[in-house]
């Protein structure tokens, strides 16, 4: 879709520096395409050649990418700030092996807090999910998927999770959090989808709705009246290993590829993006038809 630059950075603390000058040079969230982390614990950023370009990516196009590099490495796929600056993030469950991911990913909120944004979302890649939680890069790490909950997503009032091997939605309270000083405990159930097992939840809230891709189809949510309810507004049967990752503000829908395992969609592909600006969730499956894709 565009070029793109890879920078190799060897510790953290050449991760700072480095966010910091490409700051200078017009990068913003938005273009922060990838981040991976090598065994080494060495971190790979891949942004846009044209930084001029930046304003006008979308989370959908980057979700769309392919990463410019290949072999062993461990991705990100969101990194959040949380109130009180503590923060989660979503990836690889590898990226624990490396012993820096969690510097890297304060280092990550911190960059994007000075663009008084509270998180930014990275393109799509395959791998077993994980999700982690720190006050710091000098705590203590909360392996979530460890506790059970996996493809965190941030409301307006808390942190959203899938149970793993369940259709069951959880939802922990800022509030909470912040009396706890850890997730570990507080979280409750706020949703049990019909459709099976929840798969994949699509990366972040938009216009209050959230997609979750379910073993027997999408289920897609009203999570504007968390904590206290979430209401259920579509249901799309559909057994075809397709998962939704994200959508285009006012446009299309962020579709991914992959294999359905009990415990998540694994081996995922790059999305693409599909639809237009008028279709619904429930006009997906019939567009998904008419596209010449393999695996169909």
């Not at 060495?42 to 196009?61: C, F, H, K, Q």
């Not at 209050?208 to 999570?223: A, K, N």
Request: aromatic fraction near 8%; include cysteine.
């Amino acid at each position: 879709m565009f070029a793109t630059r890879v920078y190799h950075y060897r510790d953290p603390a050449a991760v700072i520096l480095g966010l910091k000058e490409l700051r200078k040079q017009g990068l913003t969230p938005r273009g922060l395409l990838f981040v991976a982390l090598d065994p080494r614990g060495e971190t790979y950023i891949a942004v846009p050649e044209d930084l001029d370009a930046v304003s006008n990516i979308r989370v959908g196009d980057k979700l769309s990418l392919v990463a410019p590099w290949e072999g062993r490495y461990f991705h990100f796929d969101a990194v959040h700030r949380l109130p009180g600056d503590s923060v989660l993030w979503n990836g690889d469950r590898r990226l624990s092996d490396t012993g820096s991911a969690p510097e890297v990913a304060v280092a990550i909120a911190e960059w994007i807090k000075g663009a008084s944004a509270k998180n930014v979302f990275l393109g799509c890649t395959a791998h077993v999910p994980g999700s982690f939680w720190t006050v710091d890069h000098l705590s203590t790490v909360v392996d979530l998927h460890a506790l059970g909950f996996l493809d965190c997503v941030v409301t307006t009032s808390g942190i959203l999770a899938r149970k793993i091997d369940s259709g069951k939605l959880y939802h922990l309270e800022f509030q909470t959090l912040a009396t706890q000083g850890s997730p570990t405990d507080g979280w409750t159930e706020v949703f049990n989808s019909e459709m099976g097992n929840i798969l994949l939840v699509e990366r972040r809230v938009l216009q209050y709705r959230l997609v979750l891709t379910c073993e027997r189809g999408l289920d897609e949510i009203d999570v504007s009246h968390l904590p206290d309810l979430v209401i259920e507004t579509a249901r799309v049967p559909m057994r075809s290993g397709f998962g939704v990752v994200g959508r285009i503000d006012g446009g299309a829908f962020a579709v991914t590829a992959g294999t359905i395992e009990p415990w998540g969609l694994t081996n995922m592909s790059p999305a693409m993006l599909v639809g237009s600006p008028t279709e619904k969730l429930l006009d997906l499956p019939k567009t998904l038809r008419a596209m010449p894709l393999e695996g169909e």
